[in-house]
């Protein structure tokens, strides 16, 4: 397990997409373990149900499939919140991308999987990457 590794909610998101070209990544990344928090869990089950209009038994087995790669989350605490203000004010952040990194720092991850912010930024020793650029040539 890749502890090392926070995985941001839209790696769970398409590793479920199997009309997705991202899926493949996602599924292997999904895999290969890593940290998340119940923000991440949150974020995929309304995904899941609001928009992608998938029914409750289906998210309730995807759900069931992430806890079990995934069994650790990390808990959103009144401490997690104050970091992702400051880490938002700080770093100009949407409050909800400073809430994964607030996590992924709380859990001492050195990277945050993510196709939602600056791919390369490094954020308070946390590095911003995006699974889903291409390799360059």
Same mark, same amino acid.
């Given at each position: 397990?890749?502890?090392?590794?926070?995985? =941001? +909610?839209?790696?769970?998101?398409?590793?479920?997409?199997?009309?997705?070209?991202?899926?493949?990544v996602a599924k292997r990344l999904l895999i290969s373990g890593g940290q998340i928090s119940v923000q991440v869990l949150n974020e995929f089950v309304n995904v899941s149900s609001r928009k992608l209009r998938i029914d409750w038994p289906e998210v309730l087995q995807r759900l069931a499939v992430v806890n079990q790669?995934?069994? =650790? +989350?990390?808990a959103l605490t009144t401490e997690t919140h104050r970091a992702a203000v400051r880490l938002a004010e700080r770093?100009?952040?949407?409050?909800?991308?400073?809430?994964?990194?607030?996590?992924?720092?709380?859990s001492e991850c050195a990277?945050?999987?993510?196709?939602?912010?600056?791919?390369?930024?490094?954020?308070?020793?946390?590095t911003i990457e995006n699974p889903f650029l291409a390799p360059a040539p």
């Amino acid at each position: 397990m890749n502890v090392d590794v926070f995985l =941001d +909610s839209n790696i769970l998101i398409y590793a479920f997409a199997e009309q997705d070209a991202r899926s493949p990544v996602a599924k292997r990344l999904l895999i290969s373990g890593g940290q998340i928090s119940v923000q991440v869990l949150n974020e995929f089950v309304n995904v899941s149900s609001r928009k992608l209009r998938i029914d409750w038994p289906e998210v309730l087995q995807r759900l069931a499939v992430v806890n079990q790669l995934l069994p =650790d +989350s990390s808990a959103l605490t009144t401490e997690t919140h104050r970091a992702a203000v400051r880490l938002a004010e700080r770093y100009k952040l949407n409050f909800y991308d400073a809430l994964i990194v607030a996590s992924a720092i709380e859990s001492e991850c050195a990277t945050v999987l993510s196709e939602d912010m600056q791919h390369g930024m490094v954020i308070d020793g946390v590095t911003i990457e995006n699974p889903f650029l291409a390799p360059a040539p």
